[in-house]
């Protein structure tokens, strides 16, 4: 019988994080200021503080975990690595199935990962507040929890459709004490400017963005935080492929496929980064980002310098990108409803070192439907993306008979997204592939540089 949890002991908790950028082929691209030139770090202070910005920058592999970080990593730290026995036997499949579950965090999902070291670096370069913007509500809640840690007042500008739809996130982040606004708000002149042209926009998450970094300029006191895409924030989540690499060796196994959901990329990024280094001393070993149809950011997007929000507020970075003003179908998956992606995953993948797959709805909700009755966890619907490229790699194992060993992080569970599921289960999710013409329309607005 194999064993279907890979334990790691808490003294086992990685005590670095690891940085890819030690062993990329070539230097990341630099963010550049609205003017095209490189971005100061002057300019980056007035919303990140010092520690956050030397590790955006950092060319260092090792960065040591701060012990104040560690200590709160330990309440759900080491994560638990399963075997899918019983979805290997559903499928039929010679391949074998691993998957570490970042859903054992307080908030649910991985991104407390960085919201706790964040929070703590704020903490430390004297921050008294936080904004930040949240879609679905996970990161949103990830950084309450954090910033309640560590003494940090937290306001989250919350994009209104989603503060309609999801009452309970905007609870639980008021639980742990934050301030939670529906985006577009008047609190801002970017967000009165939306409101002024579309008194109901449903609101996104650039203009989320645009919101919350306005008031981090405005004030003194006051930093921003992101939940993804940025250097500092894949670093962070390195924790996870850390800790799996270890687990693999526990049991002498190695994957040959790795595979996570993308939308800003910092999921993929936490999860294949470590591995990644193996890859580049030689190993063979795939890397997998999937993401939806319906936001087709890696297998769709232009790779050129684009800004983070929708106001054009942030530095203009090189990443794949669907153009800032675009907008998503209303897909269930809200944390994969990104235009951008992180700049180190897109470099990677504009390189050949990773490779990206788009899945579309309906299929996702199956595979995580068929996880959730052979398995047990019911996976967010972001997770489903992933899950749904493992079952089509896992289909082909079974056709030419390869016993290939494939992971993946379940990166949430879907506890507070069974309205999805309800729709899924009563027949009324749609696919919803986004069209060329819309695609072309928004990239014809990318920032004019030379790249
Ligand atoms: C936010 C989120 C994602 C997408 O994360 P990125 O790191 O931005 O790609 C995936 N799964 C869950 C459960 C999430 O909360």
């Known amino acids: 019988m194999p064993q279907i949890k890979i334990l790691l002991d808490e003294t086992e908790l990685p005590t670095h994080w690891y940085n890819v950028v030690a062993d990329m082929p070539r230097p990341p691209a630099p963010p550049l200021a609205q003017d095209g030139k490189p971005i100061s770090l002057q300019a980056l202070s007035v919303i990140f503080p010092a520690p956050i910005i030397e590790q955006e920058i950092s060319r260092a592999r090792w960065i040591p975990i701060p012990e104040p970080v560690r200590e709160i990593y330990r309440l759900w730290r080491p994560t638990p690595l399963y075997r899918a026995v019983r979805l290997e036997q559903a499928l039929g499949t010679p ?132 939940g993804s895409v940025l ?100 897909i269930h998956a809200g944390g994969l409803r990104y235009h951008g992606d992180s700049p180190l995953v897109s470099q990677l993948h504009h390189e050949g070192l990773v490779e990206a797959v788009a899945v579309p709805q309906r299929a996702t909700f199956e595979a995580g439907l068929q996880f959730a009755r052979t398995e047990g966890i019911i996976p967010a619907p972001e997770t489903n993306h992933a899950i749904r490229a493992v079952i089509d790699e896992a289909l082909a194992c079974k056709q030419t008979g390869e016993p290939k060993t494939i992971f993946f992080t379940l990166s949430g569970h879907g506890h507070f997204d069974m309205s999805a599921y309800e729709r899924y289960l009563a027949g009324q999710l749609e696919d919803a592939a986004y069209p060329d013409e819309a695609i072309n329309s928004a990239l014809a607005q990318l920032p004019k540089v030379a790249s």
């Open 231 to 330: 250097n500092h924030v894949l670093l962070h989540q390195t924790v996870i492929g850390l800790e799996a690499r270890k687990q693999f060796e526990k049991i002498n196994e190695y994957p040959d496929i790795i595979v996570a959901c993308c939308g800003g990329g910092s999921n993929f990024g936490g999860t294949a980064f470590p591995f990644f280094a193996d890859k580049a001393a030689g190993r063979q070993v795939r890397l997998l980002a999937v993401e939806p149809e319906s936001c087709p950011t890696l297998t769709r997007g232009r790779y050129a310098y684009d800004s983070g929000d929708s106001a054009g507020l942030t530095p203009l970075m090189l990443m794949y990108t669907l153009g800032r003003n675009f907008v998503p179908p209303r």
């Open 95 to 226: 391949a074998r199935l691993y998957y570490k579950y970042e859903g054992v965090s307080p908030a649910g999902s991985h991104k407390p990962n960085t919201a706790v070291a964040q929070a703590y670096f704020n903490q430390l370069a004297g921050t008294r507040r936080l904004t930040t913007e949240t879609g679905a509500g996970q990161w949103g809640s990830a950084l309450a929890m954090a910033g309640q840690m560590f003494g940090l007042e937290v306001r989250v500008y919350m994009v209104r459709v989603s503060w309609e739809q999801k009452p309970s996130r905007r609870s639980m982040m008021e639980t742990w004490g934050a301030e939670v606004i529906p985006s577009p708000s008047s609190e801002t002149n970017c967000g009165r400017r939306v409101l002024d042209s579309d008194p109901d926009s449903p609101g996104s998450l650039g203009i989320a963005i645009s919101e919350a970094v306005e008031e981090a300029v405005a004030r003194d006191d006051t930093h921003y935080a992101l």
